[in-house]
C-alpha cells in the first residue's frame, strides 16, 4: 500500500486519481522494464519509485495545477 507520497498529494499534482494510477503504473512497469537493477526485483519498490518521481515533478507529461 502506498503511504508515502500520501495519495492526496499526487492527486494535487496530477489533477485525479485516474491519471495518478495510469501514471505511476505505466512508469512503475517501465521501470521494472528497463532498469531492474534499480529495483532489485521488488514491484512494491517500483511502485513507491515510481510516485515518488511523480511528487518531485519528474514524469513527463503531468504538470501541476
Known amino acids: 500500500m502506498l503511504f508515502e507520497p500520501p495519495i492526496d498529494e499526487l492527486v494535487k499534482i496530477a489533477?485525479?486519481?485516474y491519471i495518478v494510477s495510469v501514471?505511476?503504473?505505466a512508469r512503475a512497469?517501465?521501470?521494472?522494464?528497463?532498469?531492474?537493477?534499480?529495483?532489485?526485483?521488488?514491484?512494491?519498490?517500483?511502485?513507491?519509485?515510481?510516485?515518488?518521481?511523480?511528487m518531485r515533478g519528474e514524469v513527463i507529461g503531468v504538470q501541476s495545477k
Open 15 to 17: 489533477g485525479c486519481r
Open 23 to 25: 501514471v505511476v503504473g
Open 29 to 54: 512497469k517501465d521501470l521494472e522494464n528497463k532498469i531492474p537493477t534499480l529495483l532489485n526485483g521488488s514491484a512494491n519498490l517500483a511502485i513507491d519509485y515510481a510516485a515518488n518521481e511523480l
